[in-house]
């Protein structure tokens, strides 16, 4: 079992800049790796993915967020820019060992980070 320990929550003004990052225990060069988030009320959902295959966001972020990966740390990070309120809530990094053309599902991921808290304030 790969376990993903998150960190970098926090609470920030609308318009900032915050960066999480989720540190894996094992290698996960080759494993598909997302995040997604969960505002209070909501479903889980799909934030961005990368695999070397391709990389992909939500329509919601794709022009503010950036997801990076440094394998020789074996963390996986998001780059949270031009925040807004609506961003707010639990954010999950995920990995997958496999990647079948599938990334923005819960279902596809089976090792998931403990969360970490994100507030947008106004």
């Known amino acids: 079992q790969v376990r993903l320990v998150q960190s970098g929550g926090g609470s920030v003004q609308s318009g900032d800049s915050i960066t999480l990052a989720c540190a894996a225990s094992?290698?996960?060069?080759?494993?598909?790796v997302g995040w997604f988030r969960q505002g209070p009320g909501k479903e889980r959902e799909f934030v961005s993915a990368m695999h070397w295959l391709g990389t992909w966001y939500t329509d919601s972020v794709k022009d503010r967020f950036t997801i990076a990966r440094d394998n020789a740390a074996k963390t996986l990070y998001l780059e949270m820019n031009s925040l807004k309120p609506e961003d707010t809530g639990v954010y999950y990094c995920a990995a997958d060992p496999r990647y079948d053309g599938t990334y923005d599902r819960v279902t596809t991921y089976q090792h998931w980070g403990q969360g970490t808290q994100v507030t947008v304030s106004s």
């Open positions: 094992d290698k996960i060069s080759t494993y598909l």
